[in-house]
């Protein structure tokens, strides 16, 4: 009787390890599976960040696509409403060389070397922008600017000159812009009196504001050419 018991015992810890080892055995080859799987998974990811994500961009993009992106960029302005109107240029080129740097997915901030001219008529200066992404590659840019130098009418500006801007901006490839300008010049007006010429030095502040169009990244000479071209 005792050799019996000890028999079914030794059968039932010998089918416990073979039922043991059988359901097991699967379970221990999925965990193996599903650690290779999602390794790999990792790796396709990785690899998909790196080649889309990237660290600098030539055309703007938000965040996570573009870390930062190159301002870059030019276009034309036409004068909309001028305070000294004897001095209104009709219509200026601008262009901006900057970065920016994206913050988050929703903004960007950076800042610009900035340049407007028109025949002798300069001004250049620099300052920061602001850029706000409003959905998918629509944005809004902010930007201020010193004037640190121009020229108005053969005159040279007072320094420093102040001009801001707002800019929308489709696809970081084309912006309509309204850019309000004010600076502060010596004029030299000369008449001619019974005794001859008459030399009159003013001091004039001019404000102006424009609206315009201004090409970005691959678009930048596009806009300018065919703002002068029409």
């Not at 080859?29 to 030539?58: H, M, N, P, S």
């Not at 970065?99 to 200066?125: A, K, T």
């Not at 959905?135 to 010193?146: I, K, P």
């Not at 500006?157 to 490839?173: C, E, H, M, W, Y």
């Amino acid at each position: 009787m005792i050799a019996i018991d000890k028999t079914v015992r030794l059968a039932a810890t010998v089918a416990t390890l073979l039922l043991g080892a059988f359901f097991c055995a699967p379970t221990v080859r999925a965990q193996g599976v599903t650690e290779k799987a999602l390794e790999r998974y990792r790796r396709e990811w990785q690899q998909k960040d790196t080649i889309c994500c990237k660290a600098f961009c030539f055309r703007g993009n938000r965040s996570p696509r573009c870390r930062a992106f190159m301002i870059f960029e030019s276009g034309i302005l036409f004068a909309a409403h001028s305070t000294r109107r004897d001095f209104d240029e009709g219509a200026v080129l601008n262009a901006d060389l900057g970065v920016m740097v994206n913050l988050d997915s929703h903004q960007g901030l950076g800042g610009s070397v900035h340049l407007v001219y028109v025949g002798d008529d300069y001004r250049y200066g620099l300052g920061p922008r602001y850029r706000r992404w409003l959905w998918r590659q629509v944005a809004v840019d902010l930007s201020a600017y010193v004037l640190l130098g121009g020229r108005v009418q053969d005159s040279d500006i007072k320094v420093p000159g102040l001009a801001t801007s707002v800019s929308l901006v489709l696809g970081d490839l084309i912006s309509v812009d309204a850019y309000l300008e004010n600076c502060r010049f010596t004029y030299t007006d000369q008449t001619y009196g019974p005794t001859g010429p008459v030399r009159a030095v003013k001091n004039l502040n001019k404000t102006s504001l424009y609206i315009g169009v201004t090409g970005r990244s691959y678009l930048t000479f596009f806009t300018p050419l065919v703002g002068v071209i029409m």
